[in-house]
Every structure is written in C-alpha cells, then in structure tokens.
C-alpha cells in the first residue's frame, strides 16, 4: 500500500521546483529543502535521490506518525492521512481525524472523545475502531468526507490569509481532495 501512495506523491509533486510564492523553497520530489538537510541531505536539490525522497516519505509521513496503523483498520482514512501529511504536516492531519471523531461520536454515546494532540495514539485508535464497529461498511467513506471538509477549508483559509497562496488553491482543491 505505502509503495503506491509514495510513487503516486512523487508523481503528482514531480521533480524540482522553486516557485517564489511558495514558502518552503526548494523542493524536489515533493520534499522540501528543510526536510531533506533535518534527514542529512547537504547537497543542490536539484540533485536530490528519488530514493532518499521514498525513505523519507515512509518514515516520516507513514510509520513515523502511525498512519500504517491506521491503514490496518481503515485504507481510505490512512490514505488521506498519508497525502495530507505529506502537505500540511502530519500532525494537522491527524488532528483533521481526531476532531471528525469526535464531532461524529453523537455525544461521546458511542466512543470517548480523544484528545486533540495531532498524535495518533491508543486513545485515537480506539475512537477509530468504535467509529467503525458503530457506524459499519459507510462510515469509514462518511468519516472521509469529515476530514476532506476540514482539509479544504484549511486551504482556503490559507489562500485568505495569504494571498500568494492564492497560486496554488486550485491545485490543492483539483489533486488534494477525492
């Protein structure tokens, strides 16, 4: 599964870019200069390994933040997780997950309320498995759409706040949300 989300981010990122609107700077493969020199990279970006790109992407925006976990219980949910990571960060998607299950506990009836620390923990997967055995086959689709809502929002509320992003909302709103 991992393989197929990495090579379909590569695809969609492609290779080095350096748009002077967007503020992480260079980047190549989708990873950002910043992220490559945290994970030892010194060299041009220009020249950055694709395979260096896939490690990164499997550590950091996969087993790192315990999406393969998710991806055990609910494909779909750790796929969105995985991409959304991978452009707001980690720890904003799963505060995307964490605050669609708890608006859609009906009143913490079916499952406790998590905490809302961006971190997938014990506490967030056994509010995803409640969510699941209550709402069966449809929810985990319904719990999808919860957290592409807040994804999207989020991108306009970035393009509102800084209107260079303006460049990049319909990308984001084209290839970042099903």
């Known amino acids: ?17 350096n748009h002077r609107a967007d503020r992480a700077g260079a980047t190549r493969w989708g990873i950002t200069e910043a992220v490559a020199r945290a994970n030892g990279y010194a060299g041009d970006m220009r020249h950055f390994a694709r395979e260096a790109a896939v490690a990164i992407y499997r550590h950091i925006y996969w087993q790192r933040p315990r999406f393969d976990q998710v991806a055990t219980r609910a494909s779909l949910i750790a796929t969105e997780l995985f991409d959304t990571g991978v452009n707001m960060g980690s720890a904003v998607a799963t505060g995307f997950l964490q605050r669609a299950l708890n608006a859609l506990n009906r009143g913490a009836r079916d499952y406790p309320d998590v905490l809302l620390d961006g971190r997938v923990g014990p506490q967030t997967l056994a509010a995803l498995d409640g969510f699941l ?6 929810g985990e689709r319904v719990l999808l759409k919860a957290i592409e809502a807040l994804q999207g929002e989020r991108y306009l509320s970035l393009a509102e706040r800084r209107p260079a992003n303006e460049a990049f909302l319909y990308g984001w709103l084209a290839n970042r949300l099903s």
Not at 133 to 138: D, F, K, Q
């Open 133 to 138: 055995a209550t709402r069966g086959n449809g």
């Open 1 to 17: 599964m991992i393989d197929d989300l990495i090579d379909a981010v590569i695809d969609r990122e492609g290779g080095y870019t």
